[in-house]
C-alpha cells in the first residue's frame, strides 16, 4: 500500500508533474531513481484517496517506466534483466492501460499502449508480440500530441522507426519515422532528449545509403550530448554510431582502382 509521504499541499497532478521530471533527469543525467519513484508513488497514492483516476493512471504509467529505466540500465551494463523486474513493469504499464481505456481516454491508451508495446520490444525482444501495441499507440499519435504530449509522440514515431530499421527492414521508411521523432523533440525544445533522436536518424541514413548525412546527424548528437551533460553511456554510444559512420562515409569517397 502507497503513503503519501511528500510535503503537504501539492496536488496528485503536481506530484506527477515532479516525479516526471525527475525521471527524465535519471534517465538522461544522473541514473538515480529514488527520487522519481517515490514522487510517483506519493502521486498515485493521493490520486487514489481523491478518486483521480487519470492521475493514478499517469502515476502507475510513470512508476512501470521508472522500473523499465533501471532494467535499461541493467541491459547496457551487459546483465538480463531478472524476471520479475520485468514482470513488475509489465504490470505497472497493464495496470495504467486498463484505467486509461476504463475511462475512455485516447492518449492515456495510446500511452499505456506504448508502455506496454516496450516490455515486449526492449525487454523480451519480441516485436511480434510488441506490434499489436505499437501499432493502435500510433494509430493514436495525433491525439498524444493534441494532449500536449510531444515527447511521448516522439517515442512512438522513433519505436516504429527501430521497427522499420531491424525487423521489417525498410531503411527509407525508419529515416521517415525517425525525422518525425526528431522534428518533435526539436519543438519540445529539451537538449537531454534531442541526441538519441539524433543518433537514431543518423543510423537510419547510414542503412539508408547516406553515410555523410549520418556524420552529420551524428556529429551534432554527440556535441548536443555532452553539452547536455548526458550518462556516460549515453555519450559513448552516440560516439561509437560516430565513428562507425565517418568509417563509412570515409570508404564511400575512396576513389575505386583505376582500369587496367
Not at 521508472?66 to 505497472?92: K, M, Q, W
Request: aromatic share 8%; proline share 5%.
Amino acid at each position: 500500500m502507497w503513503f503519501v509521504t511528500t510535503q503537504p499541499g501539492r496536488t496528485a497532478r503536481q506530484l506527477w508533474a515532479a516525479a516526471d521530471e525527475a525521471l527524465t533527469e535519471a534517465a538522461f543525467r544522473t541514473g538515480e531513481f529514488a527520487e522519481a519513484e517515490q514522487l510517483f508513488g506519493d502521486a498515485r497514492a493521493l490520486a487514489e484517496r481523491d478518486g483521480d483516476r487519470e492521475t493514478e493512471a499517469l502515476a502507475l504509467s510513470g512508476l512501470g517506466m521508472t522500473h523499465h529505466h533501471r532494467n535499461i540500465v541493467t541491459l547496457v551494463s551487459g546483465r538480463a534483466p531478472a524476471d520479475a523486474d520485468v514482470a513488475a513493469e509489465e504490470e505497472l504499464m497493464r495496470r495504467a492501460l486498463a484505467i486509461w481505456q476504463e475511462i475512455g481516454d485516447p492518449a492515456g491508451a495510446a500511452r499505456g499502449l506504448f508502455g506496454v508495446g516496450l516490455v515486449f520490444q526492449v525487454l523480451r525482444r519480441d516485436w511480434a508480440a510488441a506490434m499489436p501495441y505499437f501499432w493502435p499507440s500510433f494509430g493514436l499519435a495525433e491525439a498524444v500530441e493534441e494532449s500536449g504530449d510531444l515527447y511521448l509522440r516522439s517515442e512512438i514515431h522513433r519505436h516504429l522507426g527501430f521497427y522499420y530499421f531491424v525487423e521489417d527492414v525498410r531503411p527509407h521508411e525508419a529515416v521517415r519515422q525517425h525525422g518525425h521523432s526528431l522534428a518533435l523533440r526539436e519543438k519540445l525544445g529539451d537538449p537531454r532528449r534531442i541526441p538519441s533522436a539524433l543518433s537514431a536518424l543518423g543510423e537510419a541514413e547510414m542503412a539508408a545509403g547516406n553515410p555523410q548525412r549520418a556524420v552529420e546527424l551524428l556529429t551534432r548528437a554527440v556535441a548536443v550530448a555532452r553539452e547536455a551533460d548526458l550518462l556516460p553511456w549515453r555519450i559513448a554510444d552516440a560516439e561509437q554510431s560516430l565513428g562507425e559512420a565517418q568509417a563509412a562515409s570515409s570508404a564511400a569517397t575512396q576513389p575505386g582502382p583505376c582500369p587496367a
